[in-house]
């Protein structure tokens, strides 16, 4: 029987099973890619430069995705490439949600004078448009991976922060919170055992999000050539790169575009689909 | 000697001075069954709440005193207060699809009580679980308390939250309108359960409803309110036979009967209702000067 739910649950487990299936292949490659990259990332080599992918003529074996204007393999470099896009999803994705969501629970739970200066201060913050905001954090604590993670932590808390705060303004409002104190629970103790599980998919989800933009914003801080040293592979240093050579060498832009895109696109889809996975009552 | 004992208490609307209840005086005895009636924004939930000490944001305590078994609450600091509240007190709640933790099981939103306040070991703890869902006549009590309250139907999450409010042994309950939220099929057996559980245990239980219908049967005492004022408290038998308070004997008039379905709700005369609102603007006067 086909009924609206299971339809819900399996094409919410097809998307759960494809995103988290392309995340998971990054991973592998880019813990493992000086096993499996086939080239030497940065070896130029003039002689086999601008060699098309696979399946078109010319094509050299070795050199799958093909290379680029310096003869540098274009599968190598997005491989490589991923290891920082990864890092920094995972250690600006998860510091940025533990900061701004603990903003969050403080100024949406407990209210008062913490919820005023949070708040306030998220407006504050919202009104910077990021992207210049991010080049100005970096112009001033110089490149690096350390400063796009931080900037990335420093503009992107108050998305946490602010959803999280409404989320915990609702579930405070709950009789289970009034019922927990008349049962003696402490503030704090209810904040913890009542509010936070209810609003911790929320959080996943908002994660999940999260390291999708903090992907695109290394992309675009290295494509102005902010993001680390451009010895290192960068998906937005290639994609700069391959802007020169689109008339004459168009792999050498489209790959890395279509590695960012997929890497994005899964990220966002794979917190839907954890969403649904977790959501007690759609189970 | 009363249990509960309320004198004069004002609550007032954060940031005004605007009264939303108004020198209420109110005494529950040990085992006594005391009615809360009036329309909605009487002021009926709102005492049980701060005598609970879950008042909403917007609202504060700006004079009196709640007695629960001789101490007086107001005066205590927020810790040791949650802690004797926890003890000696407890909420049957309105809505019990929102009043259970959509994502924790049954089990320690039953035990937590008895583990935090009581100081008992986890084990015993499901032990008495278990016993007092069996008490509220559910069925294969292990299988609920491994659930999620999703997976129960509303009445039974009313009798969990039932158990969940006897299972410490409180002295006092209040109910706040427990049966509003619920089907009517079911309405009749949960308040059939709270009197039952409320006799065996002999608690006090302070109970919120506009149902006159309901305080005619149960209660012992009622007390009608009208913007936050006590327009009249009396026993249940005089109350019926007799009302005093004019707004009262219209309140009475205006209460349906299943007799004669057909018949015209009788509205409460507005004459009732400007002598009603005078009572409490008199109120205020003398408060406010």
Known sequence: MLDGRSLVKRTAGLRLWLSAGWIAALVIGAVFAPWIAPQDPLMQDLFTSRLPPFWMDGAEPGYWLGTDSLGRDVLSRILYG?????????IAGTATALIGATLGLIAGYFRGWADMVISRLVDIWMAFPPVLFAILLIAVMGTGLTSVVVAIIVIDWTRFARVVRAEAMAQGAMDYVASAQVA????????LTEILPNVLSTIAVLLTLEMGIAVIVEAILSFVNLSVST???????????????????????????VALFLTVLSFSQLGEGLKDRFDPVLN | MSYLRIRDLSVVLRGTRHRLLRDVSLDVSATEVMG???????????IGKAVLGI??????????????????LLTLPPRKRR???GRKAALIPQDPLTALNPARRIEPQITDRLVDILGWDRARARTRAAEILHDVHIPQPDRVLRAYPHELSGGMRQRVLIASAFAAEP?????????TALDVTVQKQILKLIFEMQARHETALLFVTHDLGVVSKICQRLTVLYGGLVMEEAEVGAFFDAPQHPYSRALLAATPRHTDPDADLTPVPDAVIAEARRAVAEADLRWHT
């Open chain 1, 184 to 191: 003696g629970r402490g503030r704090m103790s209810t904040l």
């Open chain 2, 55 to 72: 008042l909403p944001r917007s609202a504060r305590i700006v004079s009196g005193s709640i007695e629960l078994d001789g101490v007086d």
């Open chain 1, 82 to 90: 991923g290891r920082v896009a990864l890092i920094v999803a995972l």
């Open chain 2, 83 to 85: 802690t004797l509240v």
């Open chain 1, 231 to 257: 010895d290192d592979p960068t998906w937005g240093g290639m994609i700069a790169e391959g802007r020169l050579s689109i008339h004459q060498a168009w792999w050498v832009l489209v790959f890395p575009l």
């Open chain 2, 36 to 46: 809360l009636v009036g329309e909605s924004g009487a002021g009926k939930s709102m």
């Open chain 2, 171 to 179: 002295r006092l309950i209040v109910a706040d309108e427990p049966t």
